[in-house]
């Protein structure tokens, strides 16, 4: 896609409004909306704004910042169009007034990290798989957890009362390019998932940020709430966001697949897997970033909890699908959909790199129920357990020797200062379940 096709295209579709999109370093998506007039001025990356209102970017004193446009990104979106009067959309990177990349943004982060990939000789491929539910909102239009449904996992009509949603959703992204392979009820009554074409690390982080704010505006069409929350609901399944990705070499070859190594898997990939295996703890608070992601973190809701790998076993943290050749990969259980997907990428990719530098030996596969495992037969195969809460991950992610090096000295500082303030929130609060166990007793 070139600037001179865009403004074809902007002419042929009649498109009047113009959203510059970009994400925080919390993975919250921001965009700033121009008319017809700006979007020449837009796709030149001229468009300044006020980088200082933006939390954990910059101070007052240096808040002039611009919006420079991927052109790859832009795409017209199916339900702005209202009486032949086209919106398109085009996702930015930040760049300081001096014009020189701006450190703190995600996407510019994670840019860096896979330069530093390639440097090693490996490109980085990812498909994610985002579980949401979808809830009825109550007369006033506040978000509830009664769900429309009682179906579950790839239940099929009339249970699924949800479907006609979810069918929107998937026309609306098909519609903006995106190649979906898959969707179904999950576990869970009212939680589901859309599963897309894996992509390059940057296209698919993309597509995580956009697939998550189309699943909420057509859910707004249904006065449902679409949310990504880990685990809205207690005793039931939370949310994952499953991570399948790869190194490819820069010539196009799987550098994860050996159809004579053990499992057809390369050493390459062995070392990967060693490498996520040891920083899993350290990366958590990345991956896994509220207070509510600990509550998913829990053994018995599938949910991955212990660090170990396996070709089978769902209840590891990594699980190698079965294809092989181009489509061998590994897939990373933990994250969920919670996370920004530009940080979560860099700190998987990176600790899989870490096991590649370093020639970490894979531990042995369990393929075994962890969840049926006695705490000596855990300690016996040397299954390392996940934090227990966002305090704990903070400061895993604080001692991880990769993290800072990772996400930048501005974004890991920035981020800790904001976790930190969240949980300090969270710790102050009273809590329903506070006031339900000692109210009446003390």
Not at 289 to 307: D, F, I, M, T
Not at 332 to 351: H, Q
Not at 391 to 411: C, F, Q, V, Y
Request: glycine fraction near 6%; charged fraction near 25%.
């Amino acid at each position: 896609m070139t600037r001179d096709e865009i403004m074809r295209i902007i002419e042929e579709k009649n498109i009047h409004f113009f959203r510059l999109q970009f994400v925080d370093i919390l993975g919250h998506m921001k965009n700033v909306a121009i008319p017809r007039s700006q979007i020449e001025k837009a796709l030149d990356g001229k468009l300044m704004f006020d980088g200082s209102s933006i939390d954990g970017f910059v101070r007052i004193n240096e808040s002039d910042m611009y919006l420079k446009p991927d052109y790859e990104t832009f795409v017209i979106l199916p339900w702005r169009n209202k009486q032949g009067i086209a919106a398109a959309r085009i996702i930015c990177d930040i760049y300081k007034s001096d014009g020189t990349p701006f450190k703190g943004c995600p996407r510019v982060n994670l840019k860096r990290v896979l330069a530093e990939a390639k440097k090693m000789g490996f490109t980085m491929n990812v498909g994610t798989e985002c579980e949401f539910f979808l809830f009825e909102k109550d007369e006033e239009g506040v978000p509830t957890t009664i769900t429309q449904d009682v179906a579950g996992y790839f239940s099929t009509d009339p249970d699924d009362k949800a479907n006609d949603c979810r069918r929107e959703i998937i026309e609306t992204l098909e519609a903006m390019g995106y190649e979906i392979e898959a969707s179904h009820h999950e576990v869970a009554e009212g939680q589901h998932e859309i599963n897309f074409k894996y992509a390059d690390a940057i296209t698919c982080a993309d597509n995580t940020i956009t697939f998550k704010w189309v699943v909420k505006t057509i859910a707004a069409k249904y006065n449902l709430h679409a949310t990504f929350m880990p685990k809205p609901i207690f005793g039931i399944n939370g949310s994952g966001m499953h991570t399948n990705q790869s190194l490819f070499n820069l010539d196009g070859t799987n550098a994860f697949y050996d159809e004579k190594g053990k499992l057809e898997l390369s050493d390459v990939a062995y070392k990967y897997i060693a490498g996520i295996l040891k920083n899993a703890r350290g990366f958590a608070a990345v991956t896994n970033p509220l207070v509510n992601s600990y509550k998913r973190l829990v053994p018995g809701y599938e949910a991955p909890v212990y660090a170990a790998w396996s070709a089978a076993n769902r209840s590891a943290l990594v699980r190698i699908p079965a294809a092989r050749g181009l489509s061998t990969r590994t897939e990373v259980r933990c994250p969920d959909p919670s996370t920004n997907p530009y940080l979560a990428l860099a700190m998987m990719l990176n600790s899989g790199l870490d096991g590649i530098k370093n020639d970490l030996p894979v531990p042995d596969s369990v393929d075994e129920d962890i969840f049926e495992m006695t705490a000596k037969q855990m300690d016996d195969a040397g299954i390392i357990v996940l934090p227990g809460s966002l305090r704990e991950a903070i400061e895993e992610l604080k001692a991880n020797p990769i993290a800072k090096e990772t996400l930048g000295a501005h974004i890991f500082e920035k981020y800790i200062e904001m976790k930190e303030a969240e949980w300090d929130d969270y710790r102050c609060a009273v809590t329903e379940w506070e006031l339900d166990t000692y109210l009446g007793v003390y």
